[in-house]
């Protein structure tokens, strides 16, 4: 009987913190310090990346929005660079776009995403980042938290692409 009760115990217990956050914050500190600890090493292997990159959307998952994720997500693609893993990019992208996905208005995210894209050279991805921003849905009035994370990822794009325009600018004018 005891045991009974302590189990009914645990189970309510566990239940309230679950309904406050507290355990989604633990799995995903968790997670992030797993892939931290990847991140970390000098010379990670593409599997390893590969499953850290897992463990980040997993901590993104639990604790969406969240910068440090971001953070953690740029610091193992600048690993996979580092250890000579030519995908680190295209590996980031994709867990961008998936981050992206789920909140679209996590600026974190976004602002990782397009300074990416900047790094790349890829303007017609950048255009497309602040299209995909400032799109409302038929029938909804604009969200001004919508509007503003719009009238950010366009600033930030442009400031991104100058550098690329003004290269640009400069061969076609040498021609």
């Given at each position: 009987m005891k045991n009974f009760l302590l189990v009914i115990a645990a189970v309510c217990g566990l239940s309230l913190l679950?309904?406050?956050?507290?355990?989604?914050?633990?799995?995903a500190a968790y997670y992030l310090a797993k892939a931290h600890a990847v991140a970390q090493k000098q010379s990670a292997t593409e599997a390893e990346l590969v499953e850290a990159l897992a463990q980040v959307e997993r901590s993104y998952s639990y604790a969406s929005n969240s910068p440090a994720v971001v953070a953690t997500l740029e610091e193992l693609a600048s690993?996979?660079?580092?250890?000579?893993?030519?995908?680190g990019q295209e590996l980031q992208s994709a867990a961008l776009r998936n981050m992206l996905t789920r909140d679209p208005l996590d600026w974190s995210a976004?602002?990782?995403?397009?300074?990416?894209?900047?790094?790349?050279?890829?303007?017609?991805?950048?255009a497309d980042q602040v299209v995909a921003m400032g799109k409302i849905p038929a029938g909804h009035k604009p969200d001004p938290k919508q509007a503003y994370c719009a009238m950010l990822a366009q600033l930030a794009a442009t400031a991104s692409a100058l550098p690329w325009l003004e290269s640009e600018a400069y061969l076609n004018i040498n021609k």
């Open positions: 679950a309904g406050c956050g507290l355990l989604k914050q633990k799995a690993a996979a660079s580092k250890s000579g893993i030519a995908k976004r602002e990782s995403m397009i300074t990416l894209l900047a790094s790349r050279g890829d303007l017609n991805a950048l």
